[in-house]
Structures are given as structure tokens and as C-alpha cells.
């Protein structure tokens, strides 16, 4: 049976969802390198022989958050001890130390702070965030907030999805993080995240933004408490949102990134309940080669998550069907305070070291997948005085 799953795919078809179980309940260690081969020859043919990355920074402009996910070891309340909101001052430091070191990308995404709306609205101090990186570096690509925090938005305002899209679009956003998807079924989310927007909702307000012009992102936390039939339906969902993108003549989406569950300074009751700290590699390596094989005929950029992984796992998934290894990130707060061992922060001489390692090429690439010319990739204004 697997033989002949792999076989479609390597002929160019679409593998159906209960094929993907099918694979990814494989034990047999030979049936499991088929599968790898399988995936790194679909790379090769969907995405090239080069390794691409780009340069970025993350803010995470706060960690004042209303939810309280079940996994997350970053929120908090306000009032808390490390409670913290960055003001633009702060923010502008952190861009121009970007801006120093050859960014092109500004990742900027936070927790749901309520406080937000004594700016006269949250959608007005939304748009003032990007005002003030834009205003300073307008060169800058801005992939900024995840469809949480639109849906934040359009509830705490009385707006419409598409209202919040617009005005984000217009004060500058250029591409939206696909995060805050989970696993995009709902028995699942009651226990991950039971205050968070469900399903269809995270569906409909990346389906919007991508009919908006504005390309996104898509994610899956994975190795907690889903099963392989959930972790398909969720392949199966962004390969169908991903379809309705491409009939319609939208980027839709730009890359799947896999976010292997870390546990170690997690609440307790769901580390309790899962049972280790870090993720299982073998697990995350064969759930990367299978979403290659399931999506990489609509979604061709595939990246692994170093700061989960830890750079050596990310590498050896570059041999699993991915393609990228990411971002520089500069700092990485989310992930880092659940306990994960990749750090915060990775050079772009380390990432091409170990990419060279491999035997494979490497080239920086902007947000949305295009290359630059190392001519190019310098600061091309100067760097604000702060």
C-alpha cells in the first residue's frame, strides 16, 4: 500500500487524506526511508536544490494576553511580573538594529492586549504599530498579525474581517503569519486553546486576506494530542484553501511550516498530559515528509522550525522535504519561554555553515520567495537615530 500512495505521488497526483494516515502510521523502518526518498525527490522537483532563508527580525510588541492557551508559556496578565508592552521608541530601536543587520523582514505579532483600545480604538493602534516601522523603513516587508489577532480586532471595534484586512493592508502590512492555526479541528482546540477563534474562522479570515491581495503563511502545532487523522484533516484544509486561492489567481499561501509541540515550561496540565518536554524528531521528520508529499504540489516551500528543533533537527529535515530553513528571527520570546532548545537567535554565517554541511547550495530570499541579489542585500537607507 505504501508503495503504491508513493508511487501516485511521484506520478504528480494528489494523495488523499486517509493516504497520509496511511503514512504516517508507518512503523517499518525501510517503508519510512521510502517515504523520506519520496519526499526529498518532490522537493527537488517542487522547489530546487537550493536552501533558502531570510533575513528577519521578530517583535513581539507584547505578552499582555486575554487567552489563556493551554500550551503557552508567554502570556500574561497585566500587572504580572515580566508583563511587558513595547512603545514605539522601543520598537524603532529594534528596527534599526534589524535594518544594521541586512533585514529585509519585520515579523511582528503579540499577545491580545485589551488595553489596546485607549488608543481611541484597537484597530488605531494596530495601524499606529505599522505607521511607525513603515514611516522610518518603508523598504521593509512587514509579515505582520496572525488571524487572532483580526479577529481581536474586528470584535473588540464591530468591524468585519475584510474592514480590519483593509485598513492593516493599507497602513502597510504586506503578508500575514498563518499562525494560531493549532491544529484546525475543533475537539482539539477546546483543549488547546478553547478562547480561541475556531476553525472555520481561522479559514475564513485567511481566506479573506489572501482575496485581499495579501499572501500568508501556514502552520501546524504538532506532537501534543492530535492524532494522524487530525493532523491530515489540517493538511487536507490548507490544500483546499490553498486550491480556492490559485482558482481564483491569489498567492494564497506561501510556505507550511511544521511547529513540533514544546512542553518543558508549558502550564502543567497539558505538559502533564502529553508527557515529555521536546518534540520527537523521528515523529516531526515523518509528518514534514508526508505534508511534502500531501501539499507540495500547491504549497512548493517547505520550512522547518530550528528554534524547536534545535538547528541539527531543522538541518536533517532539510532531507524530509523542506526546502527552507527559515528566518534569523534576531530574538524569539514565544517558543523560548515554553523551554525549546534552539535558541533565540541564529546568524546567517551559522545557518549557511551548516547548510554547506549538507552538500546543498543556499540563497537569501525575501518573504515571499523571491531571491536577492547579494548586491542588494544591504541596508539601503540609514538606520534612525533614536
Known amino acids: 500500500m505504501v508503495d503504491e500512495i508513493l508511487e501516485r505521488a511521484l506520478a504528480g497526483e494528489d494523495i488523499a487524506p486517509e493516504d497520509g494516515v496511511a503514512l504516517l502510521h508507518q512503523t517499518d523502518v525501510k517503508a519510512i526511508e521510502r517515504i523520506r526518498e519520496t519526499a526529498d525527490h518532490l522537493r527537488q522537483r517542487q522547489a530546487g536544490e ?35 508592552w513595547l512603545n514605539e521608541v522601543q520598537i524603532l530601536e529594534k528596527t534599526t538594529d534589524a535594518v544594521k543587520r541586512n533585514a529585509t523582514e519585520i515579523c511582528m505579532q503579540g499577545g491580545l492586549n485589551l488595553d489596546a483600545k485607549l488608543k481611541g480604538s484597537s484597530l488605531s493602534f494596530y495601524v499606529q504599530l505599522i505607521q511607525t516601522i513603515k514611516s522610518a523603513f518603508p523598504q521593509l516587508h512587514l509579515h505582520a498579525f496572525s488571524p487572532q489577532e483580526v479577529q481581536f480586532i474586528a470584535r473588540e471595534d464591530n468591524l468585519s ?54 499572501p500568508t503563511t501556514s502552520t501546524m502545532l504538532s506532537g501534543h494530542i492530535e492524532t494522524p487523522e487530525q493532523q491530515m484533516q489540517h493538511l487536507d484544509l490548507l490544500r483546499s484553501l490553498q486550491q480556492s486561492a490559485k482558482r481564483h489567481g491569489y498567492t494564497g499561501i506561501t510556505e507550511f511550516i511544521l511547529l513540533p509541540f514544546v ?30 508529499i500531501f501539499l507540495g504540489n500547491w504549497i512548493p516551500n517547505h520550512q522547518p522550525s530550528w528554534v524547536k528543533l534545535g538547528l541539527p533537527g531543522a538541518i536533517e529535515a532539510l532531507r524530509w522535504g523542506c526546502n527552507d530553513i527559515g528566518g534569523t528571527l534576531m530574538e524569539e520570546h514565544i517558543t523560548t519561554m515554553a523551554g525549546a532548545i534552539g535558541g533565540t537567535c541564529m546568524e546567517v554565517e551559522t545557518l549557511q555553515s551548516a ?28 538606520p534612525v537615530l533614536l
Not at 492557551?69 to 500587572?79: E, H, M, P, T, W
Request: with cysteine; aromatic share 6%.
Open 50 to 84: 537550493t536552501v533558502t532563508y531570510v533575513i528577519n527580525r521578530n517583535i513581539n510588541f507584547t505578552n499582555i494576553c486575554e487567552q489563556h492557551c493551554s500550551f503557552c508559556a508567554f502570556r500574561r496578565d497585566s500587572g504580572d511580573e515580566g508583563a511587558y
Open 355 to 382: 547548510i554547506a554541511k549538507i552538500g546543498r547550495p543556499f540563497a537569501q530570499r525575501d518573504t515571499l520567495y523571491r531571491a536577492i541579489p547579494r548586491r542588494l542585500a544591504e541596508p539601503i537607507v540609514q
Open 161 to 214: 474581517f475584510a474592514e480590519v484586512i483593509a485598513a492593516l493592508r493599507e497602513a502597510g502590512v504586506d503578508s500575514m503569519p498563518g499562525t494560531a492555526a493549532e491544529v484546525l479541528d475543533d475537539g482539539v482546540r477546546k483543549i488547546l486553546c478553547p478562547e480561541k477563534l475556531n476553525s472555520t474562522t481561522w479559514l475564513e479570515v485567511v481566506q479573506t486576506a489572501h482575496q485581499q491581495g495579501i
Open 263 to 292: 512542553g518543558q515550561d508549558a502550564p502543567k496540565p497539558l505538559r502533564r498530559r502529553v508527557g515529555r518536554d521536546q518534540p520527537v524528531l523521528s515523529d516531526s521528520l515523518l509528518l514534514m515528509a508526508v505534508a511534502r
